[in-house]
């Protein structure tokens, strides 16, 4: 027989599963219902501004935006909206579309997002803004026509220059250096080494940049990947990590092996991961600033998009809250501030 | 007319030899050395250096531990691919005991991994004895639904290296004669286990189960007790291997150890374990495993970019399965030669 | 000798025992269609947002490359196969989209040689396990991780992601006002091409055939080596297409594009009342089981549900439609019922 039927109990025990299922469905439907985040439609407090703003990060798991999150959270509260956080647990762009597209379904305010490729997350960003939802990028940008503004946290040839400063001063300003990532494609890492590549051939010479590799943000490979790099290259004498991920675990490996102390490590990383590392001699100085202050103008910068203040154009001013007022640069680029070095002597005062 | 000829009695040495000559697992043996020598050539560091040396050693002892468990399912012939959620949710209980039970002893913790491991090792023994599915499908759900569990139970949480007590860290890279403490112990599973599989009854039970499952049962063996044994010890010493991969790397995020049931299978299925059960050893899935491991960190040195380890995992199982084959197709055919001979 | 002929045989079929209306319709597959329903019914009232046209848009965007393999990925079981390279292929055929297209290729042609290739992943699948004669989960297994690994291999961890908006946009375009994206006619055009395949032609039964006992089928003249290879071809040119959509609607070729999607695609498929064993299934099954996990997921992640208790529904769906099979299969045996011939002619061997 081309079909096959098993009868009626087949069917009951489907039966009984539906039913098992759509309560479940219901139920959390439910308890969602008072639970979501996102505005309800049909009026509701504030006349026109919908403040309902959601943080994208690359991935989740990422002390560095769960710091800069919190920040942002801090600011929505400041101000009344409501603030929602939600990301994939790998670092890749197409786990970042389905986000952005549920929360275009969701109707939210705003979304603010560090991207992990410049274009490929641009369609649905682009579908989110012809339904009205703001787009603010922070941390890592996607090209111009994709976002209204972008919240740089610092100028991108001023972490590059201080990164190699740092590590120039570490090994005597000669010798080979090779870089540890995050992942591939990642905007600001990009742009951060190829910044760095030149500022090494321009006032470095004796330096050389022997390989990058990618640690795509997850412990395990960027600790795997360091060993690698130890192996391959034995006359290497520093590593710069541009990411809090990579230089945390590139620390933790050089902390047990036979190079520390004669290989130097330098790069982006928070206080809190690094302290350990530090504090015995594994790493001599690093930089950063502070991400919290990040997700706190992200948030600032989304509400004057809400409420119309500002549209993203050159000389557009809103503020900021405690941090003051902000003025949007060219191609709707808004900037924090400068990067800060920590070492031995300050990173006791830090909590982050 | 045909004169009786006595085969001259063989040398008991010589038949040792030549089966050990034969064995797969000396092939293993032989490639991994061979790996081992090119690459050692090409940069000194390879094993020279104190840090390549246990590096070596070190890498491969968890995949050793988790390998070694899913040759006695495969053997079997069932499969287990939920084994990396397993590590995961093993890894992460780990950690999490350690930060909210401050002061816990060490061992404790290391029991309570193995038990985790074994009772989610148990769910899928029974699902797959009882219910009489394919382990395939089973453990396909598991996997999906263990590693969801374990991303619940952490959220965006994660366990960093500074949450845990240092003399637990400490054990992820402490050595004892210059090998590290993580290779003995996975050595001293190793050796247990494979004297199990080859000297106990239980041990042999396995192989006439995956051999053909139909006669087991009317021999009389309990079949769905040993397959339930089986998973339940894959489980407990995934279990073990997953508090193993927190000494070693110390930050555990909710994707530990995804992707890791592959590495499992390749190298089970390179160490000579059949895929349809019934034959190989845990020896060999030991050494499959150290030799895949080897082979990826070879690969940078050798100058071929860590890209390409993926696919040679990839040609290396099937270029296993093939030879399998085609040993066995000769092995049919020789069988055949004899019996034909022995007819004249 | 006795003379007693019997009457004129009343019945010489098989008696069901159920009328006609009720054995077509009291089926698995309604089982998992009614599932379905209800699980939408239940979504559109209990999750907010969710009773949008852009819902369904967005769902079928999503599902559409599980909906494209789960056809072969049917057939392939069906007869008792598997297939776990599936998704390593359309990580290919993504990095191949890529490269060609970064070399100058127009997207046309760079998809014709990825479709081509994913062909030859497929064939190579068919080589082995029909002419060396391998299992097919062992040989699977090593051609997912070889094909993953040319994908990886070929483009690293970077990512080709300046395609022309021209083909992004027609990727997800909808079709007129519908809201209904335009994947989905190849998709509906494939299905019936599958469908008419496997239920109204001599290769589809023997497809069946070759499930139920691929010894039986060969001694009735079904060509059991041919009929599989061609399945695994088939299931690698489908992938390699869904590789296609996939790259185009992300506007992101990777290596690491879809990787567990095989999974997904065997949950959908056992889901959707196709039996591991072989032997026995439809495609209305599975369609509605595809579309069943993609709605669950889609309405959970309205919910704000994180996306990885999605996978502990999907894994426990999984186990569950599995271990129900075999519980109702024991319950059937365990029932002393007449199987056999109810009607007189038994009286006739008297």
Same mark, same amino acid.
């Given at each position: 027989?081309?079909?096959?039927?098993?009868?009626?109990?087949?069917?009951?025990?489907?039966?009984?599963?539906?039913?098992?299922?759509?309560?479940?469905?219901?139920?959390?439907?439910?308890?969602?219902?008072?639970?979501?985040?996102?505005?309800?439609?049909?009026?509701?407090?504030?006349?026109?501004?919908?403040?309902?703003?959601?943080?994208?990060?690359?991935?989740?798991?990422?002390?560095?935006?769960?710091?800069?999150?919190?920040?942002?959270?801090?600011?929505?509260?400041?101000?009344?909206?409501?603030?929602?956080?939600?990301?994939?647990?790998?670092?890749?762009?197409?786990?970042?579309?389905?986000?952005?597209?549920?929360?275009?379904?969701?109707?939210?305010?705003?979304?603010?997002?560090?991207?992990?490729?410049?274009?490929?997350?641009?369609?649905?960003?682009?579908?989110?803004?012809?339904?009205?939802?703001?787009?603010?990028?922070?941390?890592?940008?996607?090209?111009?026509?994709?976002?209204?503004?972008?919240?740089?946290?610092?100028?991108?040839?001023?972490?590059?220059?201080?990164?190699?400063?740092?590590?120039?001063?570490?090994?005597?300003?000669?010798?080979?250096?090779?870089?540890?990532?995050?992942?591939?494609?990642?905007?600001?890492?990009?742009?951060?080494?190829?910044?760095?590549?030149?500022?090494?051939?321009?006032?470095?010479?004796?330096?050389?940049?022997?390989?990058?590799?990618?640690?795509?943000?997850?412990?395990?490979?960027?600790?795997?990947?360091?060993?690698?790099?130890?192996?391959?290259?034995?006359?290497?004498?520093?590593?710069?990590?541009?990411?809090?991920?990579?230089?945390?675990?590139?620390?933790?490996?050089?902390?047990?092996?036979?190079?520390?102390?004669?290989?130097?490590?330098?790069?982006?990383?928070?206080?809190?991961?690094?302290?350990?590392?530090?504090?015995?001699?594994?790493?001599?100085?690093?930089?950063?600033? +502070?991400?919290?202050?990040?997700?706190?103008?992200?948030?600032?910068?989304?509400?004057?998009?809400?409420?119309?203040?500002?549209?993203?154009?050159?000389?557009?001013?809103?503020?900021?809250?405690?941090?003051?007022?902000?003025?949007?640069?060219?191609?709707?680029?808004?900037?924090?501030?400068?990067?800060?070095?920590? +070492?031995?002597?300050?990173?006791?005062?830090?909590?982050? | 007319?045909?004169?009786?000829?006595?085969?001259?009695?063989?040398?008991?040495?010589?038949?040792?030899?030549?089966?050990?000559?034969?064995?797969?697992?000396?092939? =293993?043996?032989?490639?991994?050395?061979?790996?081992?020598?090119?690459?050692?050539?090409?940069?000194?560091?390879?094993?020279?250096?104190?840090?390549?040396?246990?590096?070596?050693?070190?890498?491969?002892?968890?995949?050793?531990?988790?390998?070694?468990?899913?040759?006695?399912?495969?053997?079997?012939?069932?499969?287990?691919?939920?084994? &990396?959620?397993?590590?995961?949710?093993?890894?992460?209980?780990?950690?999490?005991?350690?930060?909210?039970?401050?002061?816990?002893?060490?061992?404790?913790?290391?029991?309570?991994? =193995?038990?985790?491991?074994?009772?989610?090792?148990?769910?899928?023994?029974?699902?797959?004895?009882?219910?009489?599915?394919?382990?395939?499908?089973?453990?396909?759900?598991?996997?999906?639904?263990?590693?969801?569990?374990?991303?619940?139970?952490?959220?965006?949480?994660?366990?960093?290296?500074?949450?845990?007590?240092?003399?637990?860290?400490?054990? &992820?890279?402490?050595?004892?004669?210059?090998?590290?403490?993580?290779?003995?112990?996975?050595?001293?599973?190793?050796?247990?286990?494979?004297?199990?599989?080859?000297?106990?009854?239980?041990?042999?039970?396995?192989?006439?189960?995956?051999?053909?499952?139909?006669?087991?049962?009317?021999?009389?063996?309990?079949?769905?007790?040993?397959?339930?044994?089986?998973?339940?010890?894959?489980?407990?010493?995934?279990?073990?291997?997953?508090?193993?991969?927190?000494?070693?790397?110390?930050?555990?995020?909710?994707?530990?150890?995804?992707?890791?049931?592959?590495?499992?299978?390749?190298?089970?299925?390179?160490?000579?374990?059949?895929?349809?059960?019934?034959?190989?050893?845990?020896?060999?899935?030991?050494?499959?495993?150290?030799?895949?491991?080897?082979?990826?960190?070879?690969?940078?040195?050798?100058?071929?970019?860590?890209?390409?380890?993926?696919?040679?995992?990839?040609?290396?199982?099937?270029?296993?399965?093939?030879?399998?084959?085609?040993?066995?197709?000769?092995?049919?055919?020789?069988?055949?030669?004899?019996?034909?001979?022995?007819?004249? | 000798?006795?003379?007693?002929?019997?009457?004129?045989?009343?019945?010489?079929?098989?008696?069901?025992?159920?009328?006609?209306?009720?054995?077509?319709?009291?089926?698995?597959?309604?089982?998992?269609?009614?599932?379905?329903?209800?699980?939408?019914?239940?979504?559109?009232?209990?999750?907010?947002?969710?009773?949008?046209?852009?819902?369904?848009?967005?769902?079928?965007?999503?599902?559409?490359?599980?909906?494209?393999?789960?056809?072969?990925?049917?057939?392939?079981?069906?007869?008792?196969?598997?297939?776990?390279?599936?998704?390593?292929?359309?990580?290919?055929?993504?990095?191949?989209?890529?490269?060609?297209?970064?070399?100058?290729?127009?997207?046309?042609?760079?998809?014709?040689?990825?479709?081509?290739?994913?062909?030859?992943?497929?064939?190579?699948?068919?080589?082995?396990?029909?002419?060396?004669?391998?299992?097919?989960?062992?040989?699977?297994?090593?051609?997912?991780?070889?094909?993953?690994?040319?994908?990886?291999?070929?483009?690293?961890?970077?990512?080709?992601?300046?395609?022309?908006?021209?083909?992004?946009?027609?990727?997800?375009?909808?079709?007129?006002?519908?809201?209904?994206?335009?994947?989905?006619?190849?998709?509906?055009?494939?299905?019936?091409?599958?469908?008419?395949?496997?239920?109204?032609?001599?290769?589809?039964?023997?497809?069946?055939?070759?499930?139920?006992?691929?010894?039986?089928?060969?001694?009735?003249?079904?060509?059991?080596?041919?009929?599989?290879?061609?399945?695994?071809?088939?299931?690698?040119?489908?992938?390699?297409?869904?590789?296609?959509?996939?790259?185009?609607?992300?506007?992101?070729?990777?290596?690491?594009?879809?990787?567990?999607?095989?999974?997904?695609?065997?949950?959908?498929?056992?889901?959707?009342?196709?039996?591991?064993?072989?032997?026995?299934?439809?495609?209305?099954?599975?369609?509605?089981?595809?579309?069943?996990?993609?709605?669950?997921?889609?309405?959970?992640?309205?919910?704000?549900?994180?996306?990885?208790?999605?996978?502990?529904?999907?894994?426990?769906?999984?186990?569950?439609?599995?271990?129900?099979?075999?519980?109702?299969?024991?319950?059937?045996?365990?029932?002393?019922?007449?199987?056999?011939?109810?009607?007189?002619?038994?009286?006739?061997?008297?």
């Amino acid at each position: 027989m081309l079909f096959h039927q098993f009868g009626t109990r087949k069917a009951r025990a489907g039966a009984i599963a539906a039913v098992f299922v759509s309560i479940a469905l219901v139920a959390t439907g439910c308890s969602s219902d008072s639970s979501t985040p996102a505005a309800s439609d049909g009026g509701s407090g504030s006349s026109d501004a919908n403040l309902s703003i959601t943080f994208l990060p690359k991935n989740l798991g990422n002390a560095y935006f769960e710091t800069s999150d919190k920040g942002g959270e801090k600011a929505i509260k400041e101000f009344g909206g409501s603030y929602a956080e939600v990301g994939p647990s790998e670092a890749t762009p197409d786990a970042q579309v389905s986000y952005i597209n549920t929360l275009t379904q969701q109707g939210v305010g705003a979304i603010v997002v560090s991207a992990n490729d410049p274009k490929a997350i641009g369609g649905a960003l682009n579908d989110a803004r012809d339904a009205g939802v703001k787009v603010v990028t922070y941390d890592s940008d996607t090209d111009v026509e994709y976002r209204d503004v972008f919240i740089n946290q610092a100028d991108s040839a001023g972490i590059a220059k201080v990164q190699v400063g740092l590590i120039a001063d570490q090994i005597g300003d000669a010798g080979e250096v090779a870089i540890l990532s995050a992942s591939a494609n990642a905007t600001n890492q990009n742009a951060w080494i190829e910044l760095m590549k030149k500022e090494i051939a321009d006032n470095h010479p004796d330096i050389t940049v022997v390989e990058t590799v990618y640690g795509d943000d997850d412990d395990q490979t960027s600790f795997d990947k360091t060993a690698a790099l130890l192996q391959t290259h034995p006359n290497l004498k520093g590593i710069i990590s541009p990411t809090t991920v990579g230089i945390a675990a590139a620390a933790r490996y050089l902390q047990t092996s036979e190079y520390k102390g004669k290989v130097a490590l330098t790069g982006l990383g928070t206080p809190n991961q690094m302290r350990d590392y530090v504090n015995d001699g594994t790493v001599t100085a690093f930089a950063l600033w +502070n991400p919290a202050d990040l997700g706190y103008l992200a948030s600032y910068a989304a509400k004057a998009l809400i409420e119309g203040t500002i549209t993203g154009a050159e000389g557009d001013t809103f503020d900021a809250g405690d941090l003051g007022s902000y003025t949007v640069g060219p191609d709707g680029v808004v900037l924090l501030g400068d990067p800060y070095e920590f +070492n031995k002597n300050n990173i006791a005062d830090f909590d982050f | 007319m045909s004169t009786l000829t006595t085969k001259p009695t063989p040398n008991a040495l010589l038949t040792g030899l030549g089966t050990f000559l034969r064995a797969r697992e000396t092939s =293993i043996l032989l490639a991994l050395v061979l790996v081992i020598v090119v690459t050692t050539i090409k940069n000194p560091n390879f094993l020279f250096s104190s840090d390549g040396f246990r590096d070596l050693l070190l890498t491969p002892s968890i995949l050793v531990l988790v390998a070694v468990g899913q040759a006695i399912v495969i053997i079997t012939r069932s499969v287990d691919l939920s084994v &990396g959620s397993t590590l995961g949710l093993t890894a992460y209980l780990t950690g999490r005991l350690f930060i909210d039970v401050p002061g816990i002893p060490i061992i404790v913790v290391v029991l309570a991994g =193995i038990a985790l491991g074994a009772v989610l090792g148990l769910v899928n023994g029974a699902l797959v004895a009882f219910a009489k599915v394919p382990a395939l499908v089973i453990t396909l759900g598991t996997l999906y639904a263990y590693r969801g569990i374990n991303v619940l139970w952490a959220g965006s949480d994660r366990v960093n290296a500074s949450d845990m007590p240092k003399d637990f860290l400490h054990l &992820g890279t402490t050595s004892y004669f210059s090998i590290p403490l993580l290779t003995i112990i996975a050595l001293v599973v190793l050796v247990a286990a494979a004297w199990y599989m080859r000297n106990t009854r239980g041990g042999r039970e396995f192989y006439a189960i995956g051999s053909e499952p139909a006669a087991a049962e009317l021999y009389g063996l309990k079949v769905t007790k040993r397959i339930l044994v089986a998973f339940v010890a894959c489980g407990a010493l995934t279990g073990l291997a997953g508090v193993l991969y927190a000494a070693r790397y110390g930050t555990i995020n909710s994707q530990a150890g995804s992707g890791l049931e592959l590495d499992a299978v390749a190298a089970a299925v390179i160490g000579g374990v059949a895929i349809f059960g019934g034959s190989g050893t845990v020896w060999g899935a030991a050494l499959g495993a150290v030799l895949l491991l080897t082979i990826n960190r070879a690969l940078p040195i050798l100058g071929v970019p860590d890209f390409w380890q993926r696919a040679v995992v990839g040609a290396l199982i099937i270029g296993a399965i093939v030879l399998d084959r085609l040993l066995a197709l000769r092995q049919t055919r020789k069988l055949r030669e004899t019996r034909n001979d022995s007819h004249e | 000798m006795s003379n007693t002929v019997a009457a004129a045989p009343t019945r010489v079929y098989r008696d069901y025992g159920q009328p006609y209306w009720r054995r077509a319709l009291v089926t698995r597959e309604s089982g998992i269609i009614a599932l379905f329903v209800i699980v939408v019914l239940a979504a559109i009232v209990g999750v907010p947002y969710f009773d949008q046209p852009i819902t369904m848009t967005y769902l079928l965007l999503d599902v559409a490359p599980i909906l494209l393999i789960a056809l072969p990925m049917t057939l392939i079981i069906i007869t008792g196969e598997i297939d776990l390279s599936v998704a390593s292929v359309v990580g290919l055929s993504s990095v191949l989209l890529g490269t060609l297209h970064q070399a100058g290729l127009p997207i046309p042609l760079a998809a014709l040689v990825a479709i081509f290739a994913g062909a030859v992943g497929g064939a190579f699948n068919g080589f082995l396990v029909t002419v060396v004669g391998l299992p097919s989960l062992a040989v699977t297994i090593g051609t997912l991780a070889l094909y993953r690994g040319l994908a990886v291999g070929l483009l690293g961890t970077t990512a080709v992601t300046d395609f022309d908006p021209f083909w992004t946009s027609l990727a997800k375009s909808k079709i007129g006002d519908t809201g209904v994206p335009s994947i989905m006619i190849p998709f509906v055009i494939l299905l019936i091409v599958f469908a008419v395949v496997l239920h109204f032609t001599p290769f589809g039964r023997g497809v069946y055939a070759i499930g139920q006992s691929s010894e039986a089928a060969s001694f009735s003249g079904v060509k059991v080596q041919r009929t599989k290879f061609i399945l695994f071809v088939l299931a690698g040119a489908v992938a390699a297409v869904a590789g296609i959509y996939y790259t185009l609607r992300y506007g992101s070729a990777r290596g690491d594009n879809a990787t567990g999607l095989e999974l997904q695609v065997i949950a959908a498929v056992l889901l959707g009342g196709v039996s591991i064993f072989g032997g026995r299934g439809a495609l209305h099954g599975v369609i509605a089981g595809v579309l069943l996990i993609g709605v669950l997921g889609s309405a959970l992640r309205l919910a704000n549900v994180t996306s990885d208790v999605i996978n502990i529904i999907t894994g426990t769906l999984l186990v569950l439609s599995v271990v129900s099979t075999s519980f109702l299969v024991w319950l059937h045996k365990k029932q002393p019922r007449n199987r056999g011939i109810k009607d007189g002619s038994h009286a006739a061997k008297a």
